[in-house]
């Protein structure tokens, strides 16, 4: 077997990286071809990796390696979308002899690993678990095939896969990390196989720190407390002391409470999630402390370099011709997928990211007769791009999916592409003038897309939520609409951000990029000035040693 002890990284750790973590996810989006993943948690996951690399420290990664990824999305003859699960095999990841067993249902399960070192794509190394072995029964050999598979069972599997089997991969290993990251809740049934190990309760809390990515009901899981022992989810700990030592003593297990309860240390991902953590969990007993570590996305990765060569110049004219360069990349994309011919010279909105409900990928259209008049203005003419990924059981979100694409056969100057994923991300980063994000406020813990955006000169303009009060200078690096009430009913909610989005649309962002050229250039450029260096992934891996690892 190779000694991975010995050969886990091609560097020497500085002193202030020396401490050994061990970080579980769920997912990971390094490359796009690497397909681990579905969204933003699986973003964070790879820009971590790229900059625990890039500072040269003392970090591994722990995930799964998804059969069928997530899913690839297409459309069906009628243009309504439709789901694949197709097998993904990676020739670049390293098989390792490494297999071992491990208890799930009171059925054995054999785990096997992949590996993939950090020369491959610039990452810290992550090993990847699998139960796809001909030694397991069909049932078994499920637990890894779908990321976030809609079967409550199949998940709750695979976060005793990713937590219990996680662990006793590093102990196999031999690798002893000092401090194990959860990086959201899927993998805490690591916490109970440390119990099981040190039957301490602070030789736990002494080892693991938690970060929590989303204050949505969706992402803070609750499970029938008994559905979970009987799937032993607890490492097999008697009930009683499961309830002794994480405080739940209903029928109903809250995977954050007890994380927040079992960790030494959490952290929200952005000052605004902190306040909203605060409120959600400070008012239960025996929580750890709560800091906030903002997120950030790779500079190396997603930025593109020949526009920031341009911006150091303070060559302006290059800087406008490469912009356009790469918008009218997007643009054959997007003319590849659709068919529609959209025109470089025109104002292009995008929006793309995760379709889930608080996103509200059609916000813009809320008012519908205001919105047409403004995509079919001759005078100041619009072109919107939608993409993004709902989850293939989220119904309401396939719904909006299919008619917006409805939407988008009326007007020519519309368009929804498929197959969001790290590689078409880019393409719409680079190439939009304007990147428009609208959660609803309170509910989006931090958002990144917006980040990257900023790295390859595209302008935000946003709902006051997760990072962008800590970025946005209203006018001058983009545009931020007033915070809403978040007591309001949602319709009311939706109808006053949709309200401000287009007053600033009309009456600021349209006159300035087509009357005020330089002026547009001018907050382009502070936008990608300001977005570094804070929101690179550097500061934020180093953050994460100082603010939750060393401390």
């Known amino acids: ?46 820009s971590h990796m790229r900059s625990a690399h890039h500072l040269k420290q003392n970090m591994v990664g722990i995930g799964i390696y998804w059969k069928y990824g997530y899913y690839d999305q297409v459309h069906k003859s009628d243009q309504t979308m439709d789901v694949l699960f197709l097998e993904k095999i990676y020739s670049f990841l390293q098989e390792t002899d490494i297999q071992f067993e491990i208890n799930i249902n009171h059925t054995p399960v054999q785990v096997g690993v992949l590996y993939l070192p950090p020369h491959v794509f610039n990452t810290a190394p992550v090993f990847f678990l699998t139960t796809n072995l001909a ?141 909203v953590v605060q409120t959600l969990w400070g008012g239960h007993p025996d929580i750890c402390p709560v800091t906030y570590i903002t997120n950030a996305q790779s500079y190396a990765y997603w930025a593109d370099q020949d526009l920031y060569d341009c911006l150091q110049q303070g060559d302006h004219e290059k800087l406008f011709l490469r912009k356009r360069q790469l918008k009218k990349q997007l643009l054959e994309v997007v003319a590849d997928q659709t068919g529609d011919l959209l025109d470089e010279n025109v104002f292009t909105i995008v929006w793309a990211r995760r379709f889930a409900a608080y996103k509200r990928a059609d916000l813009i259209m809320e008012d519908v007769a205001r919105y047409e008049r403004m995509i079919t203005d001759p005078e100041q003419p619009v072109q919107v791009i939608w993409a993004g990924k709902p989850y293939p059981t989220d119904y309401a979100a396939v719904s909006v999916f299919d008619r917006l694409v409805h939407h988008s056969k009326k007007y020519h100057h519309c368009s929804v592409l498929v197959g969001y994923e790290l590689k078409l991300s880019k393409l719409l980063k680079q190439g939009a003038d304007l990147w428009l994000s609208n959660p609803l406020v309170t509910h989006e813990a931090s958002g990144t897309s917006g980040m990257s955006a900023a790295m390859n000169g595209a302008v935000l303009l946003s709902t006051a939520d997760g990072w962008v009060p800590e970025f946005v200078r209203h006018g001058i690096n983009g545009f931020m609409v007033p915070p809403v009430d978040p007591t309001l009913p949602w319709h009311e909610q939706n109808k006053i951000d949709a309200s401000n989005i287009m007053d600033t649309l009309e009456h600021d962002i349209l006159p300035l990029y087509y009357n005020q050229p330089e002026k547009w250039l001018s907050i382009m450029k502070n936008s990608m000035q300001d977005i570094l260096p804070y929101f690179d992934s550097d500061r934020m891996a180093q953050e994460y040693y100082e603010k939750l690892y060393n401390t």
């Open 1 to 46: 077997m190779t000694d991975f002890k010995k050969e886990l990284h091609p560097y020497t750790y500085p002193a202030a990286y020396q401490k050994r973590v061990a970080y579980f996810s769920m997912e990971y989006a390094i490359e796009q071809f690497l397909k681990m993943y579905s969204g933003g948690l699986g973003f964070l996951a790879g």
């Open 135 to 275: 030694e397991n029964d069909y049932l078994a050999q499920t637990i890894t095939h779908k990321l976030y598979n809609s079967n409550q069972e199949a998940r709750i599997a695979a976060s005793i896969l990713l937590g219990a089997g996680g662990h006793k991969l590093l102990e196999i290993l031999d690798l002893a990390p000092d401090v194990y990251h959860l990086n959201e809740a899927h993998a805490l049934p690591l916490a109970f196989s440390l119990f099981h190990k040190y039957r301490n309760l602070d030789e736990v809390k002494k080892r693991l720190v938690f970060t929590t990515h989303t204050p949505e009901a969706a992402g803070n899981e609750k499970t029938d407390i008994r559905l979970l022992d009987k799937m032993g989810y607890f490492t097999y700990l008697p009930l009683e002391e499961v309830r002794h030592i994480t405080g739940i003593n209903g029928d109903t297990f809250d995977h954050t409470l007890a994380a927040l309860r079992l960790a030494r240390k959490a952290n929200a991902v952005s000052r605004m999630h902190g306040e």
